[in-house]
């Protein structure tokens, strides 16, 4: 794909303007209520997209997809803590490390299809949230801590906020343009025909186990490096927190409503998703009453909608799909 | 003349039942070789073992010289040997140019995406698919699918296409046409190695035929010789009288 042709497009700009909309809102007027929420929606947006190169391009359901970021978390975290490393580079390195061992989990349970790929991957999450528990070096059950200390060199606690949430929005964009870009190769291209019927593209020469190792570990790389960041501004990370299967079912729940298999559809998923998720905590009456809903909107999407909101829109307005992509 | 592809003492058994016995045979570059038997004869399965979709037990596949046997099928596909399906595979959600263009992207030419749909679109007119490039393979009828395995197969430019009963289920005029882009997809210097139920086609067609029965090879020779053989006409024509029509057919 040449990159001036991708500069052509609308949506290329469309992506651009989300960004920094997503800079501008609540730097205006020092909103931090705003920047806490969006926050949520960047982390959101980042494992939904991610998620979306398997689930969405290449029909392979990763329930487990939470333990990339949950790894990431705990390697940047241990980068800082331990071994002193600036916070840039520990969650690169973070994202660096959790996807080589992604490529040899993927090697080994990408051999399964269906829903004994899907029931492997929990069993990954499993795994890795019962080898941390056990291991020592990271804190075991009770986790590391980190000190205030280590803000200071980002200026301080409330700098650090800041710096961190714009940090997290670039990954927001770089998982948004990895995904389009994605889409728009031939790499994407032998995704979707996997996704499709996995024989028939092997016949016509996809390198399909290829292909799908390299996807999975390409999807863990950003939620890692999202991961380490989350954890890092939140000082604390422990096993029940990192590895929650409630966050995997929750960017299922968000691929699915926006659309799985386009770029738009995982992002616009993920918006309203913290948007609804934001407004029902304030609510008292129920504690994670998000979850019901999630779970009642899977059940609709997947019966009436299996599009997602982008299909509905597409089958609306077909012209839309060469601007929203 | 030298041989394309050369099948050496070829065997698969799946569990008790043997699909291919010790089968040998050898198909001759710019050939039509047809490939007949009753059902069950282990043609399918022997299409299988050449591509790669299934291991054989024993015995060699050569392509162009190289060994091929039990190589995965992406591989093959990229060597140059292309086939399409007896039960239609379409990728259902694409349009029939994007399946095209995944046959034209990954086959032979292993061309990059930009260059791939020229390829593909020139592959989907040469079957008469030209009305629907952006149709969704899901909707085509079977008439269409059969177009399109043809087409997807065709765009990646193979030196070898294996055909799997792309005439069954056609009305007698779309038979008339895919026999004639068959022809002239041969034309083009493609081999040519095809399964076929519907006899006065594959006569016709073929330059040499060679008969499968319960997985062993029965006869091979050109269609006339064939035709007559006392064991093709018991084990699968079945009517003497059957044979002599073919035989006024070649």
């Not at chain 1, 939470?66 to 975290?77: A, D, M, N, P, T």
């Not at chain 2, 047809?34 to 069950?40: Q, R, Y």
């Not at chain 2, 699968?236 to 059957?242: I, K, Q, T």
Request: charged fraction near 15%.
């Amino acid at each position: 794909m040449r990159v001036g042709t991708i500069l052509g497009r609308p949506f290329f700009w469309i992506v651009a303007a989300a960004i920094a909309l997503f800079v501008l809102a609540p730097t205006l007027g020092n909103n931090v209520e705003l920047r806490e929420s969006l926050l949520l929606a960047a982390v959101y947006i980042t494992l939904a997209s991610n998620l979306n190169l398997m689930l969405g391009y290449a029909g392979y359901v990763n329930f487990g997809s939470i333990v990339f970021f949950g790894l990431g978390g705990y390697f940047c975290i241990y980068f800082v803590n331990s071994l002193h490393w600036g916070l840039a580079p520990a969650a690169i390195a973070g994202g660096a490390a959790v996807s080589v061992l992604a490529l040899l989990f993927g090697l080994g349970i990408l051999r399964l299809r269906g829903a004994y790929f899907a029931l492997a991957t929990i069993g990954v999450n499993e795994a890795v949230m019962a080898f941390v528990t056990n291991f020592q070096p990271w804190g075991g059950g009770t986790g590391i801590y980190l000190s205030t200390e280590l803000f200071k060199p980002l200026g301080g606690p409330a700098a650090a906020l800041w710096v961190i949430y714009y940090i997290l929005v670039g990954v927001m964009g770089l998982s948004l343009y990895l995904s389009y870009f994605v889409k728009l190769s031939k790499f994407g291209l032998g995704l979707l025909a996997i996704g499709q019927n996995e024989d028939a593209a092997a016949v016509l020469g996809v390198p399909a186990p290829r292909y799908k190792a390299l996807a999975y570990c390409v999807s863990a790389f950003l939620p890692a490096i999202a991961g380490g960041l989350y954890f890092f501004k939140g000082a604390f990370i422990q096993p029940t927190d990192a590895f929650d299967l409630q966050f995997s079912t929750e960017a299922i729940v968000i691929v699915m409503l926006g659309g799985q298999g386009t770029v738009m559809g995982p992002a616009l998923g993920a918006y309203l998703y913290e948007q609804l998720r934001g407004w029902l905590l304030t609510s008292d009456t129920f504690a994670n009453f998000q979850l019901v809903i999630a779970g009642v909107l899977l059940l609709v999407i997947v019966l009436f909608a299996p599009g997602g909101l982008m299909g509905w829109l597409y089958g609306r307005w077909p012209r839309l799909k060469r601007v929203l992509e | 003349m030298t041989a394309l592809l050369e099948i050496v003492g070829l065997s698969k058994r799946f569990g008790g039942v043997a699909a291919v016995q010790e089968l040998s045979f050898a198909v001759e570059e710019h050939e039509i070789l047809g490939l007949i038997g009753p059902n069950g004869a282990g043609k399918s399965t022997l299409f299988n073992l050449i591509n790669g979709v299934q291991v054989p037990d024993a015995g060699r596949v050569v392509f162009r010289g190289i060994d091929i046997t039990g190589i995965p099928p992406y591989r093959v596909a990229r060597a140059g040997l292309a086939r399409t399906h007896q039960i239609v595979q379409p990728l259902a959600a694409m349009s029939v140019l994007e399946n095209c263009i995944v046959g034209a992207c990954f086959g032979r030419e292993n061309l990059p995406l930009h260059r791939a749909r020229e390829a593909a679109e020139e592959a989907a007119v040469f079957v008469g698919l030209e009305d629907r490039l952006d149709t969704p393979a899901s909707q085509l009828t079977i008439a269409g699918k059969k177009r399109l395995e043809l087409a997807r197969s065709l765009a990646a430019q193979p030196t070898l296409l294996l055909l799997d009963e792309v005439l069954a289920g056609l009305n007698p005029t779309e038979v008339e046409r895919m026999i004639e882009v068959i022809r002239r997809i041969r034309e083009r210097g493609v081999t040519i190695l095809i399964i076929e139920h519907l006899m006065q086609a594959i006569m016709s067609l073929s330059h040499r035929i060679v008969v499968l029965n319960i997985g062993r090879k029965l006869a091979e020779g050109p269609p006339a010789a064939v035709a007559n053989d006392p064991a093709v006409i018991e084990a699968y024509l079945g009517d003497p009288a059957l044979a002599a029509e073919l035989l006024g057919a070649v």
